[in-house]
């Protein structure tokens, strides 16, 4: 046999085998076909009849138990030895040409020859076997290896889940909302029954605090009735609450169970729907225990820390309030509350001592009118409204200067010494003092009294003002105020302002004449005096030697 024969035996060959796989494929997808349809409509026929059972006539659980585990135990038999198993057994291509040639009898056993002679690379070379070979691939380029495949039962199963699915959709259809609850039932989930009226949610707080008011909202569906009841259970003791429809209609409804002492448990009744029971833990809230209050002064003041009771807050403005708060157990969190100023500053709780939280407060100027504390457990469960500690806050007064010479208005001449005698006060101590002037109506000057770095609290100095230092000439004048500046780096700082004061630069025969009216003046002033000592001596001898009968002794 020429090697041209035997390469045309392969092809023809392959070709055989090719199809062969085709047949195999479709055998194995319609094995799987069948197998899924049975195990499906046995799964869903079993729970359908059981759901529709189970909406009429409210089945138990053993009744249910008795309906969906064979149905679902079989399903799962079947899948496996229908679906898996064939899938995991692919047919060989000696099977395969039986299931053909046992459809299509044409062959009358050359096919399956074929393929087994074929397998042998030394067989293609043989003549005979090419023969066969090629006679076979002629017979069955005319014939269509479908015919092979048997889809009558998995027709007939499909039917069967059209069938099982179309009841399923009826029931659906039956149930409407209920659906879900009837497959929760079948698959042994819950034991809750089925309803016209259907709760779909309820939302509450679930963990409150002992005396807290507990709001139930409740979203229904289905039948919708005009009210509902709230059935609750709390130790030994039960009670029920009106469930009312909210005002806007629709499936809203909306209860208060108004300050629970203790933990309990609840169901929601609407209509034929009773809901699976809820819990609300109820945990005593954290109370404050103590507070110890410490007042840090500003550094300008140079006072050291003071305690404070809380009843009597009443704090220089600029100063930090430092606090210590005790509570009756573990705290998660909790922040003080400033009124007045209607803001939250943080505590900041103790890793070591749960029960210890410090915070600090700073004074402002003005707002600020006391503080409350609010505590927060690891339950999420916050204090009650704790007492309010009021403050007062003090102010920080600016100083007072006042000069206490000259008069407010001197004359001087150019060349003049001015003598500058001024009193200070601050209530934590002067820390600048300043001297204004205008000279002619002319730009403000200032000049810095040098303190030295002292901050007293009184202070009493003179300043010799050479006037020479300004290049007056007579009939100038000079205006001149005193500012003192406190030591107030953080609400300040404060000032106090003399009134002001002038010196007019006259010459020096001004100076003389009014120095000599000054002196005629303060003589005319003594000589009025000793006139008027005279007049009353003269009085009192009259009044001292008249008779008591009013004539002369």
């Known amino acids: 046999m020429t090697a041209e024969t035997t390469n045309a035996i392969r092809r023809e060959m392959r070709q055989l085998q090719f199809r062969l796989a085709a047949t195999r494929a479709r055998l194995v997808l319609t094995q799987a076909g069948t197998g899924m349809a049975m195990a499906a ?36 038999w079947i899948f496996y030895r229908e679906v898996i198993l064939p899938l995991l057994r692919v047919p060989s291509d000696h099977a395969v040409a039986c299931a053909i040639e046992r459809a ?16 042998d690379a030394a067989g293609k070379k043989n003549a005979l076997v090419g023969a066969l070979i090629r006679e076979t691939a002629a017979l069955a380029a005319g014939q269509d290896f479908r015919k092979a495949v048997k889809n009558e039962r998995l027709m007939r199963y499909a039917r069967a889940l059209a069938c099982v699915l179309v009841a399923a959709a009826g029931l659906a259809g039956m149930a409407r909302g209920n659906m879900t609850l009837l497959l929760e039932r079948a698959l042994l989930l819950t034991t809750r029954l089925p309803s016209r009226t259907r709760i779909e949610k309820i939302e509450c707080a679930t963990r409150i605090a002992a005396g807290e008011d507990l709001k139930i909202e409740v979203q229904a569906a289905g039948v919708i009735p005009q009210d509902g009841m709230i059935e609750a259970e709390s130790g030994p003791r039960s009670a029920e609450y ?12 909306h209860a208060m169970i108004r300050s629970v002492p203790e933990s309990l448990r609840f169901r929601v009744v609407l209509n034929d729907a009773t809901s699976d029971p809820v819990t609300v833990t109820v945990f005593s809230p954290p109370a404050v225990l103590g507070v110890e209050c410490t007042e840090v002064f500003p550094a300008y003041t140079n006072l050291a820390p003071v305690p404070r009771p809380t009843g009597d807050l009443s704090l220089l403005a600029g ?15 909790g922040n003080v509350h400033l009124a007045g100023l209607e803001t939250d500053s943080p505590l900041a709780v103790n890793a070591g001592d749960q029960r210890e939280a410090d915070g600090a ?14 505590l927060v457990d690891d339950n999420g469960i916050a204090s009650r409204e704790t007492a309010v500690y009021r403050i007062d806050i ?29 009193r ?85 025969e001004e100076k003389r004449a009014e120095l000599a009216e000054r002196m005629n003046d303060t003589l005319g002033s003594l000589d009025e005096m000793s006139q008027g000592e005279d007049e009353a001596a003269g009085r009192l001898g009259t009044l001292i030697f008249q008779s008591p009968d009013g004539g002369n002794p």
């Not at 009106?242 to 409804?253: I, Q, S």
């Not at 030295?452 to 003002?465: I, T, V």
Request: with cysteine.
């Open 41 to 76: 409509s046995l799964a869903i026929g079993g729970l359908v009849v059981e759901m529709t059972l189970d909406w009429l006539v409210h089945l138990p659980w053993l009744a249910r138990a008795c309906f969906s585990v064979p149905a679902l135990g079989g399903a799962i």
């Open 104 to 119: 299509m009898p044409v062959f009358e056993t050359r096919l399956i020859a074929s393929i087994q002679l074929g397998r």
């Open 242 to 253: 009106k469930l009312e429809r909210d005002a806007g209609g629709g499936g809203g409804f």
């Open 319 to 333: 100063s930090v309030l430092r606090l210590k708060v005790t509570a009756s157990g573990p705290v998660k969190e």
């Open 361 to 374: 407060i700073p004074i402002p100027r003005a707002g600020l009118t006391g503080f409350s504390i609010r």
């Open 394 to 422: 003090v102010p920080d007064h600016p100083p007072t200067i006042k000069i206490t010479h000259p008069s407010e208005e001197e004359a001087a001449t150019v060349a003049a010494t001015e003598l500058i005698a001024f």
């Open 424 to 508: 200070a006060e601050d209530d934590f101590g002067v820390a600048k003092v300043l001297l204004h002037y205008v000279v002619n109506n002319g730009q403000e000057r200032v000049i810095d009294l040098d303190l030295a770095g002292a901050r007293p609290r009184e202070l009493e100095r003179r300043f010799d003002w050479k006037l020479d230092a300004l290049n007056l000439a007579p009939g100038g004048e000079v205006e001149y105020w005193m500012e003192a500046v406190d030591a107030n780096d953080v609400t300040g700082p404060g000032r106090g302002v003399t009134g002001h004061a002038e010196i007019k630069i006259v010459t020096d």
